[in-house]
């Protein structure tokens, strides 16, 4: 028996070999996904704390700063092709989150969806590895077309806007800033080409909210749109 075994053994050796090898990657893989998952939603959780927290006096030297970075920077439009976050990326915005919380203005929630997020100001690689960004200079909700923008890093989760493309008509978004809250009631959803930006980052007499996010927690050209039209 034992003959057998070892007869076994030798002949099936890289079988064996390969088998353990995927097992090894696989796993790695699977725990540094986890990891990064886990890491965008504590941090989302600080945030929203943050959000909770800021008065309308706090609002003013953020939105000043952002301006005035808006006004330095070479490029006159922001970016509609965002950055997805690396582990690498991850752990260095960790080590930087206390100059990003000065960056949260408000919150989105989503009740349906179980979606709560906070909101920063302006487009950049980092705020939108920790909430939804937005994309107008100095936008206000209950003014023309607010813009939001996250990732979607994992289907069918309450990380970020993963779980966007769930979002059905008649549905209700809640934007809280400064102890009010806006609402507005989702009109529809579509999905876009990520070169398409004029089509949805446009300006409105009526206030209305957009929400964009990947069509898919990989990579694509898509981009799912979600509008919505204030209420109240």
Do not use: W
């Not at 998952?37 to 008065?55: M, S, W």
């Not at 069918?156 to 800033?177: A, C, H, P, R, W």
């Amino acid at each position: 028996m034992k003959n057998r075994l070892l007869f076994l053994l030798k002949e099936n050796i890289v079988l064996i070999v390969l088998v353990f090898t995927i097992f090894v990657i696989g796993g790695g893989f699977y725990f540094a996904a986890q990891y990064k998952y886990d890491v965008i939603f504590d941090n989302q959780l600080k945030l929203l704390e943050v959000a909770r927290t800021r008065e309308q006096a706090d609002l003013q030297p953020i939105q000043e700063k952002m301006r005035k970075k808006s006004q330095e920077s070479s490029s006159e439009s922001i970016q509609e092709e965002i950055t997805r976050p690396t582990i690498a990326d991850l752990k260095n915005a960790e080590q930087h989150i206390e100059e990003v919380q000065e960056n949260v203005i408000a919150e989105v929630e989503i009740p349906n969806l179980g979606l709560n997020v906070p909101i920063l100001e302006g487009v950049t690689d980092q705020n939108l590895m920790f909430g939804a960004a937005t994309y107008f200079e100095n936008q206000r909700p209950g003014e023309g077309n607010y813009v939001l923008l996250s990732h979607n890093v994992r289907e069918n989760s309450n990380i970020l806007f993963s779980n966007l493309n769930q979002v059905t008509e008649g549905m209700v978004v809640y934007i809280k800033q400064a102890g009010e809250t806006y609402k507005y009631r989702v009109t529809g959803s579509e999905v876009v080409k990520s070169n398409e930006g004029s089509k949805v980052f446009k300006k409105s007499e009526e206030p209305i909210l957009t929400m964009i996010t990947c069509e898919i927690a990989y990579k694509t050209p898509n981009r799912r749109v979600v509008y919505a039209e204030y209420f109240e």
